[in-house]
C-alpha cells in the first residue's frame, strides 16, 4: 500500500475560559478534511520549544501554515502603529522556527491568511498593518472575486475571477524578494503569492479550508499540495 504523505498543520492555542488554566489546541478540522479528502495524514503541529521544530519538520512530507492572530511587527522590522491586541509573539516565534526547518529540509509548504504574511515576514517583506473592508463577516461567507494570474501555480486550480472568503486586518506589503503576487482584490490587496526561486510553496491570502465544497470549491488547492507540491 502506498505510503500516505503525512501533512503538518500548524496550531494555534486557545483557553478554554478566563477563569481556568486549561488551553485548547484551537485550529478548523476543515484543513485535516481538506487533506484526506486529498489522500493525506493530517498531523496536527501543536506550539512548542523552537529546539523541537527541526523533529516535527523531520517528522511530516509538508507543511500547512494557518490562519489567526496579527503577526507581531517586531519579526518584519517595525513598531507597531494599530490599537490591536490580537497579537501572539510566542506562536509566532514557533512557526517562525517551523518556516527555518521546513526550508532548509526542503519541506513543501502552504501558506493560509496569517501564514501568508508570516512566511512572507520571514524571508525578508512586510505587512500593512490595519486594512479596511477585508474583516467583518465569517470566513464561511464569500466576500469578493480575485483576479489570478495567467499560468501562475494557481491559475491551474482555480478558475480567474472566483469569489473567495475575507477575514483579515493586515496584508502583504512588501514582497519578499524570492516571491512574486499571483492573484489580488478588486482593490489590489495581494491574495496569493508563489515562489520565483523554485522553492516548494504557494500561500493564499483567503481560508480555502472553509470553501471545501461547493461552485467555489478550493478543493483543489489541497489536492495540489498533498499530492504535487
Not at 481556568?20 to 496536527?44: C, E, Q, T
Not at 489567526?68 to 514557533?94: A, H
Not at 479596511?132 to 486550480?157: D, F, V
Not at 461547493?214 to 489541497?222: I, R, V, Y
Request: aromatic residues 8%; hydrophobic residues 40%.
Amino acid at each position: 500500500m502506498e505510503k500516505r504523505p503525512i501533512i503538518g498543520i500548524s496550531s494555534n492555542e486557545k483557553p478554554v475560559s478566563p477563569d481556568l488554566p486549561i488551553i485548547h489546541l484551537n485550529v478548523s478540522r476543515n484543513f485535516g478534511d481538506g487533506v484526506k479528502r486529498a489522500g493525506g495524514l493530517p498531523f496536527y503541529i501543536p506550539m512548542s520549544q523552537d529546539a523541537l521544530a527541526a523533529d516535527y519538520i523531520q517528522a511530516i512530507d509538508k507543511l500547512i501554515l494557518t490562519g489567526g492572530q496579527n503577526v507581531s511587527p517586531q519579526f518584519y522590522g517595525e513598531d507597531k502603529t494599530t490599537d490591536s491586541q490580537d497579537y501572539f509573539p510566542e506562536r509566532d516565534r514557533w512557526e517562525l522556527a517551523l518556516i527555518k526547518e521546513a526550508v532548509k529540509q526542503e519541506k513543501p509548504i502552504f501558506a493560509v491568511c496569517r501564514g501568508l504574511q508570516l512566511y512572507n515576514a520571514a524571508q525578508g517583506g512586510t505587512l500593512y498593518q490595519d486594512i479596511p473592508n477585508h474583516a467583518g463577516q465569517p470566513p464561511t461567507q464569500l466576500a469578493h472575486p480575485i483576479k489570478i494570474e495567467a499560468g501562475s501555480r494557481l491559475s491551474g486550480l482555480l478558475a480567474d475571477g472566483i469569489v473567495v472568503n475575507s477575514a483579515h486586518h493586515q496584508a502583504l506589503k512588501k514582497l519578499a524578494p524570492n516571491l512574486k503576487a499571483t492573484a489580488w482584490s478588486q482593490d489590489g490587496i495581494i491574495e496569493a503569492i508563489e515562489p520565483t526561486d523554485g522553492t516548494r510553496f504557494i500561500g493564499v491570502q483567503w481560508h480555502p479550508e472553509f470553501l471545501l465544497d461547493g461552485p467555489t470549491s478550493n478543493q483543489a488547492l489541497f489536492d495540489y499540495v498533498v499530492q504535487d507540491l
